[in-house]
């Protein structure tokens, strides 16, 4: 009895520690054994792509916090347009498979932490309602390409999980640091393929990012005590503003007005709460928003060209409406063809739906051609046509546990950086849900992991608050 007490006694061989040392040594052998190939060879791209990827691991291996930044970076340029969405999202997939180990290595000495309440309950009805959509799409043989495409941008709330094992509220100036380059890369891109190819681009060249980032700014500029930190934001601002408005997308101009509006609404009612000697001195910041609206637009003028910008910002308003057959009405015309079929799709299996991976039948009304469509440019009818009422029951389901826990936090919470997260989360989330009513963007990874990493760095913070007593 005492020897088995005693053999009883000794702790377990950690098998976390074991495969974490497996991991190490495979990336070790792999690596030189790729870029040998590649010297012999002679694959000068593959090395070029090798050798991007080695810094990228490397810098996750350095600070473990960049992984999400890399994914984020990675989901937004990932094309939806181009013949090589399949190897793009193998790319994404193959990353995040990698922040999964490199978190499982991590938990051989910091222990996981655990999600608050009104996350898990949210995220498992939302993910519930996915598995069953997964399911009707395999049992009806709907394409099984589209559905992994479909399940990649459905599964961004899961990218909270892991952002809360390694952030906390000493990150959250990183985060927010991280977030603007981010938003910086993407403008300089769009603004450079604007200069190459002089046409109205879309896809990764203009995403939603810049003006959520641009929202972020201004709850920031609203909200931070020092002033170094309001003036830093606003000048942030006229880069993201700029690409914003080179995107001629009447939906991403609508949507930030929105966010704008409820980032201000809701600032003013939190310094309110926890300083209100300051508040009507921030009223300054409002002529101050103006005038960096003036820049942009002064910018933007001298870089596109005065007529020609003011005359393209005028037809696409002007077009917002109209369903007169023209270069910028088409888009409306086919959006309402786009519109019906999904819905009489969608009332074939209105609580349920059709499930990932079904795409209707859309016939161009000028050139007769058909082509099968996964995707509809309304969010809200694309979540009805796959999931039915179950699907928007449970988005809505969500979205309500995540703003209820927000809101909780930007009016409880002694610190600024947290409650301008807070408050920065739920105007974000308007201005999207504005965007989704002529995109499809929650359902593409571009602005789904955006998105997600906004709520997942709340989520992080609310995780890391100290318990009330």
């Given at each position: 009895?005492?020897?088995?007490t005693?053999?009883?006694?000794?702790?377990?061989?950690?098998?976390?520690?074991?495969?974490?040392?497996?991991?190490?040594?495979?990336?070790?052998i792999?690596?030189p054994?790729?870029?040998?190939?590649?010297?012999?060879?002679?694959?000068?791209?593959l090395?070029?792509?090798?050798?991007?990827a080695?810094?990228?691991?490397?810098?996750?291996?350095?600070d473990?916090?960049?992984?999400?930044?890399?994914?984020?970076?990675?989901?937004?340029?990932?094309?939806?347009?181009?013949?090589?969405?399949?190897?793009?999202?193998?790319?994404?997939?193959?990353?995040?498979?990698?922040?999964?180990?490199?978190?499982?290595w991590?938990?051989?000495?910091?222990?996981?932490?655990?999600?608050?309440?009104?996350?898990?309950?949210?995220?498992?009805?939302?993910?519930?309602?996915?598995?069953?959509?997964?399911t009707?799409?395999?049992?009806?043989?709907?394409?099984?390409?589209?559905?992994?495409?479909?399940?990649?941008?459905?599964?961004?709330?899961?990218?909270?999980?892991?952002?809360?094992?390694?952030y906390?509220?000493?990150?959250?100036?990183?985060?927010?640091l991280?977030?603007?380059?981010?938003?910086?890369?993407?403008?300089?891109f769009?603004?450079?393929?604007?200069?190459?190819?002089?046409?109205?681009?879309?896809?990764?060249?203009?995403?939603?990012?810049?003006?959520?980032?641009?929202?972020?700014?201004?709850?920031a500029?609203?909200?931070a005590?020092?002033?170094?930190?309001?003036?830093?934001?606003?000048?942030?601002?006229?880069?993201?503003?700029?690409?914003?408005?080179?995107?001629?997308?009447?939906?991403?101009?609508?949507?930030?007005?929105?966010?704008?509006?409820?980032?201000?609404?809701?600032?003013?009612?939190?310094?309110?709460?926890?300083?209100?000697?300051?508040?009507?001195?921030?009223?300054?910041?409002?002529?101050?928003?103006?005038?960096i609206?003036?820049?942009?637009?002064?910018?933007?003028a001298?870089?596109?060209?005065?007529?020609?910008?003011?005359?393209?910002?005028?037809?696409?308003f002007?077009?917002?409406?109209?369903?007169?057959?023209?270069?910028?009405?088409?888009?409306?015309?086919l959006?309402?063809?786009?519109?019906e079929?999904?819905?009489?799709?969608?009332?074939?299996?209105?609580?349920?739906?059709?499930g990932?991976?079904f795409?209707?039948?859309?016939?161009?009304?000028f050139?007769?051609t058909?082509?099968?469509?996964?995707?509809?440019?309304?969010?809200?009818?694309?979540?009805w046509?796959?999931?039915?009422i179950?699907?928007?029951?449970?988005?809505?389901?969500l979205?309500?546990?995540?703003?209820?826990a927000?809101?909780?936090?930007?009016?409880?919470?002694?610190?600024?950086?947290v409650?301008?997260?807070?408050?920065?989360?739920?105007?974000?989330?308007g201005?999207?849900?504005?965007?989704?009513?002529?995109?499809?963007?929650?359902?593409?990874?571009?602005?789904?992991?955006?998105?997600?990493y906004?709520?997942?760095?709340?989520?992080?913070l609310?995780?890391?608050?100290?318990?009330?007593?």
């Open positions: 009895m005492t020897h088995t005693a053999v009883a006694a000794i702790p377990p061989l950690d098998e976390k520690k074991g495969w974490s040392q497996a991991i190490l040594v495979a990336a070790a792999l690596a054994t790729v870029i040998l190939l590649v010297l012999m060879t002679r694959a000068w791209l090395l070029l792509v090798s050798g991007g080695l810094a990228l691991v490397v810098w996750s291996l350095l473990i916090r960049a992984t999400f930044l890399i994914a984020v970076l990675l989901a937004t340029f990932v094309d939806y347009e181009t013949g090589h969405l399949t190897l793009e999202m193998s790319v994404l997939c193959a990353w995040f498979a990698w922040i999964s180990l490199l978190l499982f991590r938990s051989t000495w910091k222990p996981w932490v655990r999600p608050p309440s009104e996350l898990l309950r949210g995220l498992a009805v939302w993910l519930g309602a996915c598995a069953v959509g997964v009707l799409g395999l049992l009806h043989g709907n394409n099984v390409r589209s559905l992994g495409i479909e399940v990649a941008g459905a599964l961004w709330p899961a990218l909270g999980l892991g952002m809360m094992q390694v906390n509220r000493r990150n959250a100036v990183y985060a927010g991280g977030l603007i380059a981010i938003g910086l890369v993407h403008t300089g769009g603004l450079t393929m604007l200069q190459i190819y002089h046409r109205r681009l879309g896809g990764i060249y203009f995403t939603t990012v810049t003006g959520m980032v641009a929202v972020g700014l201004w709850t500029a609203l909200l005590p020092n002033r170094k930190i309001r003036v830093f934001c606003l000048l942030a601002m006229i880069p993201m503003l700029a690409h914003l408005l080179f995107s001629f997308t009447r939906g991403y101009w609508l949507g930030f007005i929105v966010g704008l509006l409820l980032a201000t609404v809701l600032s003013w009612h939190n310094l309110g709460r926890f300083e209100p000697l300051v508040r009507s001195r921030r009223l300054l910041l409002v002529p101050a928003l103006i005038g609206f003036a820049v942009t637009a002064g910018l933007s001298i870089y596109f060209g005065k007529g020609d910008l003011l005359s393209s910002i005028g037809r696409r002007s077009a917002s409406f109209s369903t007169d057959l023209g270069g910028e009405t088409v888009s409306n015309i959006r309402l063809v786009e519109w079929r999904a819905v009489n799709a969608a009332l074939e299996s209105p609580v349920i739906g059709k990932f991976g795409a209707i039948m859309n016939r161009d009304p050139l007769g058909t082509r099968e469509q996964w995707f509809v440019h309304n969010y809200y009818l694309l979540i046509l796959k999931l039915g179950v699907g928007l029951a449970a988005f809505g389901f979205l309500s546990k995540l703003i209820r927000a809101s909780r936090a930007a009016g409880e919470d002694p610190s600024w950086l409650r301008a997260w807070a408050v920065t989360a739920i105007a974000v989330t201005q999207v849900l504005v965007i989704l009513l002529t995109n499809y963007s929650l359902a593409d990874v571009n602005t789904a992991f955006a998105f997600a906004i709520w997942g760095v709340f989520w992080a609310r995780a890391d608050a100290k318990p009330t007593a």
